[in-house]
């Protein structure tokens, strides 16, 4: 069960419960969804609140609404597949090797392992084109 804050056209604020999102979807489009207080059929679901961030904070990361578990484990996996198959494990030796291959001092390859916060500021500086993995809980 979800519980969605709801709002009704005359802006009498009650939640709701349903068995999920899609539900309420349903429900909402089938005009099923009753103000308790005036029997208002129209009713939209009140949004989350926003903010705004001070100049040079990162924004936050948007979460994925409503993205059925299934896909998420689905798309980990496969990230998973393509870096332990297309990508050589360099460990702590990540820096140094993205720059040997940034220089041309070794073969350029796919690459991963892990750097300091000091070595990605380093290899900014250089130029060196790296991104990073997301770090997700594993399916359980
Ligand atoms: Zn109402």
């Given at each position: 069960m979800i519980v969605i804050d709801l709002k009704c056209s005359q802006d009498?604020?009650?939640?709701?419960?349903?068995?999920?999102?899609?539900?309420?979807?349903?429900?909402?489009?089938?005009?099923?969804?009753?103000?308790?207080?005036?029997?208002?059929?129209?009713?939209?679901?009140?949004?989350?609140?926003?903010a705004i961030r001070r100049h040079g904070e990162a924004p936050p990361q948007p979460v994925p609404e409503a993205k059925p578990e299934a896909t998420l484990t689905k798309q980990w996996q496969e990230l998973k597949n393509y870096l332990q198959t297309q990508f050589e494990e360099v460990g702590t030796d990540f820096a140094k090797e993205a720059l040997k291959m940034h220089y041309g001092a070794a073969e350029k390859r796919n690459i991963k392992g892990s750097s300091t916060a000091q070595e990605e500021e380093v290899?900014?500086?250089?130029?060196?084109?790296?991104?990073?993995?997301?770090?997700?809980?594993?399916?359980?």
């Open positions: 009498h604020y009650f939640e709701g419960w349903f068995a999920g999102l899609e539900v309420f979807y349903q429900q909402q489009k089938d005009g099923e969804i009753q103000c308790p207080i005036c029997d208002d059929h129209q009713i939209s679901r009140l949004l989350s609140p926003v290899l900014q500086k250089e130029g060196v084109e790296f991104f990073k993995i997301p770090v997700l809980k594993e399916g359980n």
